[in-house]
């Protein structure tokens, strides 16, 4: 597993962790290749262990009563998922499927844990990504109960940009479908609050790239949920 310490030595959970400890960490994980579109666990399934993405995407989700799909969360290479149910001995609250063809590093329950007492610091490394997630979380759960599709789409480029450190540019990582079920919305009104936003000279499109031509009239909108303009979507 040498091959992965450049992905463990960049990643949030493990960047800061001396050569030895790095080391011991690498011995306890596992690969697993999956093709995309393909189940990794289910809701209820127990968490005996976590996952980091090396390679691909991975999306967790929960399907409604009448079998509608909800994305929680969207995972790319680097970052760890899982980690919450595993450190709480509950089961795993969500589904998580590839989204496209996908190698994983699994990270074996008891064996982390072990590690963990050995180095006190892997905790505190995993209590800061679990805090971004709390944040991710906290900033969805309010975009999708208290905001119309204009400001939750804002507020994820905005989160975006500062995750991605540009103002300017954000690119994203899913396809505008997967965005539009990622912020409760379908398809067809993405796109029409895209072209809206590109009319209203807040951002320009190009594919996947998306150019913040005004910053802070994307904050506005975020906040406010209205356009400058009085036209409706």
Do not use: C, W
């Given at each position: 597993m ?25 011995e ?24 980091m ?33 595993v ?13 496209k ?7 074996p ?13 892997l ?72 072209r ?38």
């Open positions: 040498k091959k992965y310490i450049s992905l463990l030595s960049e990643s949030h959970l493990f960047g800061e962790l001396p050569q030895e400890h790095m080391d011991a960490v690498l306890i994980i596992f690969e697993k290749k999956f093709k995309s579109g393909e189940l990794i666990f289910s809701e209820g399934d127990p968490a005996d262990g976590f996952y993405v090396a390679a691909g995407m991975v999306k967790i989700y929960k399907l409604s009563a009448n079998g509608k799909e909800h994305i929680l969360h969207m995972f790319g290479p680097g970052e760890p998922f899982g980690e919450v149910p450190f709480s001995g509950q089961a795993f609250p969500a589904h998580a499927e590839t989204v063809a996908s190698t994983l590093l699994y990270f329950r008891k064996r982390f844990i072990d590690r963990i007492i050995d180095n006190p610091y905790a505190l490394n995993m209590l800061a990504v679990l805090s971004k997630r709390l944040r991710h979380f906290t900033v969805q759960v309010e975009n999708l109960s208290l905001k119309e599709v204009p400001a939750r789409l804002a507020g994820y480029l905005i989160l975006s940009s500062e995750e991605q450190q540009n103002t300017q540019f954000v690119t994203l990582n899913i396809s505008k479908g997967q965005l539009a079920g990622f912020l409760g919305t379908i398809p067809e009104t993405m796109s029409r609050i895209l809206k936003m590109s009319e209203e000279g807040l951002i320009e499109v190009e594919g996947r790239k998306i150019h913040i031509k005004d910053y802070d009239g994307l904050v506005d909108l975020a906040e406010s949920g209205r356009f400058d303009s009085s036209d409706t979507l």
